[in-house]
């Protein structure tokens, strides 16, 4: 590796939303510095599976399932 080109690499503490601290390593700040999360997996439907509802905008979901009864959906 070159020297003095790359970013200094050290340990952060990443604080979740339910105010679980991790202790990480990272280019983030200094070190010992703490990253606050507003969106984490403990409460971001992606990760969560949350209810999100899917929207019938004008019957195009009608008319999908409508038009492939026949394939089981």
């Known amino acids: 590796m070159k020297k003095d080109i790359h970013p200094d690499y050290h340990f952060i503490d ?3 939303t339910d105010g679980t601290v991790y202790k990480m390593r990272s280019t983030y700040g200094a070190d ?12 971001h439907s992606a990760w969560t599976g949350g209810g999100h509802r899917l929207m019938d905008t004008g019957g195009r979901v009608s008319r999908f399932k ?8």
Do not use: H
């Open 66 to 73: 409508k038009k492939y009864e026949g394939f089981g959906f």
């Open 32 to 43: 010992g510095d703490t990253l606050q999360l507003d969106i984490d997996p403990t409460v």
């Open 14 to 16: 990443v604080k979740l």
